[in-house]
């Protein structure tokens, strides 16, 4: 059964960088066919991909993102984070990491079965 875990700091304040980890237990991010994902939600907003990285460490962004945001790993600990620099109000939101197994297109958070129970980060001063 797969399990992930998001971590990092509540409290960023703007123009610093946003940086959380999601741990993965119970299947290798390098597994074939894997995709592994960072999404959030925004107060009163809908759901927003935003970036994801597959088995070989290949990351691809949404394009309101690209220059703010990466996603990077770390294969001994079975960990993938995001980083999403020069931060303001509109990036407070509560975080998710997902992923999704087997062939597919995976740039909706709809594509995604498993899913991280999310954590909160405001951008404030």
């Known amino acids: 059964q797969m399990e992930l875990q998001e971590s990092g700091p509540g409290l960023v304040k703007p123009s610093q960088t946003l940086s959380l980890t999601c741990t993965v237990s119970?299947?290798?991010?390098?597994?074939?066919?894997?995709?592994w994902s960072w999404i959030r939600q925004p107060p009163g907003k809908a759901l927003e991909w935003m970036g994801v990285?597959?088995?070989?460490?290949?990351?691809y962004y949404t394009s309101s993102l690209k220059g703010r945001i990466s996603i990077s790993r770390d294969t001994s600990k079975n960990q993938f984070s995001l980083h999403l620099n020069s931060v303001n109000s509109e990036d407070t939101a509560v975080y998710y990491c997902?992923?999704?197994?087997?062939?597919?297109?995976?740039?909706?958070?709809?594509?995604?079965?498993?899913w991280g129970q999310g954590t909160q980060v405001t951008v404030s001063s």
């Open positions: 990285m597959t088995r070989d460490g290949t990351a």
């Open positions: 119970g299947t290798s991010i390098e597994t074939a066919n894997s995709a």
């Open positions: 997902g992923a999704g197994l087997g062939v597919g297109v995976y740039i909706t958070p709809s594509s995604y079965d498993y």
